[in-house]
């Protein structure tokens, strides 16, 4: 089960992940983030805390979101990574275009 939840608009829109997202809902996670971001153009920070699993499509909408806001002028961060989610950020060179804390 997946969970994209906007916690904080405050300087910058917080959304806390949890769950699995992967092929299946990543068009939905996708269009929940790009919808917030539409309204409220700011940096996003993801709270991967709760996040259990992504797959590589996955991996490409954060690609996705990243050159969005890149071109806008706005960070993505993602933060408390679990590490193996965090190894295929760093397989696929990915830590290198996002801050991943």
């Known amino acids: 089960m997946q969970q994209v939840k906007l ?3 405050e300087g910058k829109l917080e959304f806390s992940l949890s769950g699995e997202i992967d092929s299946a809902t990543s068009e939905d996670f996708y269009a929940e983030v790009s919808t917030a971001y539409r309204h409220d153009k700011k940096d996003i920070e993801f709270d991967c805390t709760s996040l259990t699993f992504i797959d590589s499509t996955m991996l490409g909408t954060f690609v996705k979101i ?5 071109a806008d002028g706005h960070s993505t961060v993602l933060k408390n990574v679990q590490p193996r989610i965090r190894k295929l950020f760093q397989i696929c060179s ?8």
């Open 66 to 70: 990243f050159k969005t806001l890149k």
């Open 94 to 101: 990915l830590d290198t275009l996002m801050e991943i804390r």
């Open 7 to 9: 916690v904080s608009t």
